[in-house]
């Protein structure tokens, strides 16, 4: 079974391997723990883990697109020439929505998520006239448009880490 | 200065012109002698440290490294205002300088590193903003003068104490608008890139590069309470003298225009584009210049008739202008008129229905009608405004007209396109005229439509469709700027061109200006202030033929400059 993402498992030593040595936290960081299935408690926690890694990948997604940070986007995906911003997708609202469905797989390799989205679109603005030029000159000239829309993404763990395998979207 | 033909100088002719500024800048006050005797070391973030030694009120030692033989000894100049000091100099044999703005309270620094021949424009100036500090002992400080758009919207006039005059106003974050009263006769405006940086509240820096004309950048340190500047100018003028002088000023209140940044907004930094897009330019002395003669096709007259032979596009209505067109007048169709102008031309017309028109001139021994396609608002009760081509005229010419059937006046701006400059480039004349129709009062015999000046110092924004906004200043009598504005309500981009303003009725006005040196667009519209909207038409051609263009508009009123008195002719 692998682990959750990183930032997530500073938080998880941090609560459960206070007591341990750096050595040993760092080893506990770095293999990919046994999950006792007869543990629920234990399980319980790690599930939260994913979930959280999960969402913050998430918020990390859309404050990459909406910071239009291509390369940081990039490394948030498992094949990073998966991880573009669709042409004419300006932004995405991070706010999650109660709709929102994250499933971890029982293996806790992959996992999928349908959430609910507001996309802004940008569309721009023509024929051209001197007015559109100067916008577009300095980043404008674009009409912003926003869809609600459902975000499904396909995810995978890999060394203890969540990435985007795919991020599609679909009018909602 | 938009007609100016400035040399293309050479870096050697820069570098032999710049042999003068060696002794500091020239200065019809006395310089300052504040740094005399003194010797300061200024750290400046993500730039040079500048170590400098001052013999006395005109002559320094400077030197941008530890390395002492970079000790460079120049001229200089220096003025006060306040605990704040303004030096210049430029480093010798080098087309470079340093423009340095010091607060003597917080030892923070602003310092413009300045260059020629760094653009394909040679004599263009080019600059770097440093922020920085004095070293004192002790901790540095860690506050920094800064960008900002508390600036903004502000209008002076300024004389200089060498006589010169100017009316500046500040509509932008990016640019600056500027009257020459003195040096060019205060008859139209230009625009130029601008730094604007707050030292605090009312002591800011302001500083323009007269980028695509003389390239001259003009600095100055201003107090907006006592309407005070101390500044420096350095550039080539329009006969490729050397301008390098300080000077002290005093100014005048034009007023106060609206902003349209958030609440909150001080325009700390800039973000140019939506929220996918890049900062500002990052590379050293990079800046947003709108260059339209660089982006926009400069035609022959055989290039413009071929292209108009193959094309011409009118009154679509998915012009990016038009999103907010009004409804299509039906008030003519139907109707027969003779408009009669007081330059002895009248035109007869039968209007077949409400996009269709047919013409003729009268006299001249012309019967044939002629068929046109028309477009036309009613903007007030009894007011129409409409346009056509007219087919067969030597110069694609277009009338965009407006009728006051009321008062049986007629005010046409008749469109020609080509000029001394530019086969693509529109001019105009103004037709003052009657309406004749059955029906209608008979028409007056004296009374007429009138320029006005009552627009002048006023802006007014127009959103033409969602995600397209401009701002209108009507600058002076005879130009008008427009300003696009940034994402975030900031102005931005800016140009300005020739214009005129015709009164119709109250609070309505009949405008045109010519998008001159720019891509040749004369732009005629009808502003109704009580609606708030327009409807206009442009008129332009270009390598895909020749356009008739629906305009259409909303307003909002953004303020005023009291600037008209400066317009006054001279007595």
């Known amino acids: 079974m692998s682990r959750t993402g990183t930032s997530t498992r500073r938080s998880f030593i941090a609560v459960a391997g206070a007591a341990l040595s750096a050595p040993v936290a760092a080893a506990a960081a770095t293999f990919p723990a046994v999950v006792e299935r007869t543990d629920p408690l234990k399980r319980r926690v790690e599930q939260l883990e994913d979930l959280n890694a999960i969402r913050a990948l998430n918020q990390d997604y859309c404050r990459h697109v909406n910071a239009g940070a291509h390369e940081q986007l990039a490394a948030l995906f498992d094949d990073p020439a998966e991880g573009t911003i669709a042409t004419g997708i300006s932004g995405i609202a991070a706010d999650s929505n109660e709709e929102d469905a994250i499933e971890v797989a029982t293996d806790r390799r992959t996992a999928t998520a349908r959430l609910w989205r507001t996309v802004y679109r940008q569309t721009a603005i023509g024929p051209s006239c001197t007015l559109v030029e100067m916008a577009r000159l300095q980043g404008g000239g674009v009409v912003t448009r926003a869809d609600a829309t459902v975000v499904e993404n396909v995810y995978v763990c890999r060394n203890g880490v969540w990435k985007f395998r795919r991020v599609s979207h679909r009018p909602a | ?571």
Request: aromatic share 12%.
């Open chain 2, 1 to 571: 200065m938009h007609r100016i033909t400035y040399t293309k100088l050479t870096p050697e002719q820069i570098l032999a012109k710049l042999s003068s500024a060696a002794n500091g800048p020239t200065s019809a006050s006395p310089l300052s002698e504040v740094f005399a005797g003194k010797s300061l070391k200024i750290v400046l973030d993500n730039g040079p440290t500048l170590r400098y030694r001052f013999t006395d009120r005109n002559h320094l030692s400077v030197a941008e490294s530890d390395d002492p033989t970079t000790v460079q000894q120049v001229g200089y100049g220096a003025l006060t205002l306040d605990r704040l000091a303004l030096f210049a100099h430029m480093i010798p044999r080098t087309p470079r300088g340093f423009i340095l703005i010091l607060d003597q309270d917080t030892n923070l620094v602003t310092a413009f590193e300045t260059w020629f021949s760094g653009y394909q424009d040679n004599r263009e100036v080019q600059r770097q903003v440093y922020y920085g500090y004095v070293e004192q002992p002790g901790a540095a400080p860690t506050a920094r003068h800064a960008m900002t758009n508390r600036l903004e919207g502000k209008g002076f006039y300024w004389k200089q104490d060498n006589g010169v005059e100017t009316l500046e106003f500040y509509p932008s974050v990016l640019y600056s608008n500027f009257v020459e009263l003195t040096r060019f006769g205060g008859e139209l405006s230009w625009c130029a890139p601008t730094d604007y940086i707050k030292i605090s509240d009312d002591k800011y820096i302001y500083s323009r590069v007269e980028a695509e004309f003389s390239g001259t950048m003009t600095t100055y340190l201003l107090d907006p309470n006592r309407l005070e500047q101390i500044g420096v100018r350095v550039g080539f003028d329009d006969t490729d003298t050397l301008e390098y002088y300080m000077f002290r000023g005093h100014g005048e209140w034009l007023g106060q225009i609206a902003q349209f940044e958030p609440f909150g907004d001080v325009g700390s930094t800039i973000v140019q584009g939506g929220n996918n897009r890049a900062a500002a330019p990052a590379a050293r002395g990079a800046r947003s210049v709108y260059r339209p003669l660089k982006t926009n096709a400069i035609m022959t007259r055989a290039q413009v008739d071929a292209a108009i032979a193959k094309n011409k596009t009118l009154f679509d209505p998915n012009n990016a202008m038009a999103g907010n067109k009004g409804p299509t007048s039906t008030f003519l169709a139907g109707k027969e008129m003779t408009l009669r102008y007081d330059n002895g031309q009248a035109f007869n017309y039968r209007f077949e229905d409400a996009q269709k028109l047919r013409w003729r001139r009268e006299g001249g021994g012309e019967t044939a009608w002629r068929e046109e396609r028309y477009e036309s608002w009613e903007s007030a009760p009894g007011v129409i405004m409409f346009g056509h081509l007219l087919s067969g005229a030597a110069d694609h010419d277009a009338f965009s007209i407006v009728a006051d059937f009321d008062n049986g006046l007629v005010t046409a701006l008749h469109g020609t396109m080509g000029t001394p400059y530019m086969g693509n480039e529109a001019a105009v004349k103004t037709l003052f005229g009657v309406v004749e129709m059955k029906g209608l009062t008979p028409p007056p015999k004296y009374r007429r439509h009138q320029f006005t000046d009552e627009l002048v110092g006023r802006a007014m924004s127009w959103n033409y469709q969602p995600g397209l906004t401009s701002m209108h200043l009507y600058s002076t009598p005879y130009s008008l700027s427009w300003i696009i504005f940034l994402n975030n309500g900031s102005g931005g981009l800016e140009w300005s061109g020739p214009a005129s303003y015709v009164k119709i009725r109250d609070e309505l006005y009949f405008a045109y200006w010519l998008e001159e040196a720019c891509n040749g667009t004369l732009g005629t519209i009808l502003i109704n202030m009580r609606t708030m909207r327009n409807c206009g038409i442009d008129y332009s051609a270009g390598p895909n033929g020749l356009r008739l263009s629906i305009v259409g508009a909303h307003a909002r009123h953004a303020g005023r400059f009291n600037s008209l008195k400066y317009f006054a002719p001279k007595v």
